[in-house]
Nanobody, 122 residues
Framework: VQLQASGGGLVQAGGSLRLSCAASGRTFSSYFMGWFRQAPGKEREFVACISWSGGSSYYADSVKGRFTISRDNAKNTVYLQMNSLKPEDTAVYYC????????????????WGQGTQVTVSS
C-alpha cells in the first residue's frame, strides 16, 4: 500500500489542523493505521493509532484529549484532527500502516507515508 500524507502547515498555538493520509489499494480496510511524528533532533514518536474498523483508537499521553484519529474506509483515508496545538507539537507527521499490529511501536508498521510538516508558533 502507498500512503500520501497532507494537511500540514503553520498555525498559531491554540489553533487546529487536520491531517489526511490517503492510501492506495483496495485492502485499506484491512490495515491498522497510525500517526507518528518526528521533531528536529528527536526520535520519531507515536501519536495515535486506529483499528481496522475505526472502532478502537489509542493515543500518546501527550496528545490525549487534543488529537483525534479517524478513518473513512470508503475513501481509503485516515485523519488526524489536531486541536489546541502547542509549540511542542511542531514536527514532521507521518502516517503508517500495519497488516497485523495495533500499537505504538513504529518498528511494527509495514508502510509509511512521506510526512507532512506541522509548525506551531507561540
Amino acid at each position: 500500500v502507498q500512503l500520501q500524507a497532507s494537511g500540514g502547515g503553520l498555525v498559531q498555538a491554540g489553533g487546529s489542523l487536520r491531517l489526511s493520509c490517503a492510501a492506495s489499494g483496495r485492502t485499506f480496510s484491512s490495515y491498522f493505521m497510525g500517526w507518528f511524528r518526528q521533531a528536529p533532533g528527536k526520535e520519531r514518536e507515536f501519536v495515535a493509532c486506529i483499528s481496522w474498523s475505526g472502532g478502537s483508537s489509542y493515543y500518546a499521553d501527550s496528545v490525549k484529549g487534543r488529537f483525534t484519529i479517524s478513518r473513512d474506509n470508503a475513501k481509503n483515508t485516515v485523519y488526524l484532527q489536531m486541536n489546541s496545538l502547542k509549540p511542542e507539537d511542531t514536527a514532521v507527521y507521518y502516517c503508517a500502516a500495519s497488516s497485523a499490529y495495533y500499537g505504538s511501536n513504529d518498528r511494527n508498521y509495514d508502510y509509511w507515508g512521506q510526512g507532512t510538516q506541522v509548525t506551531v508558533s507561540s
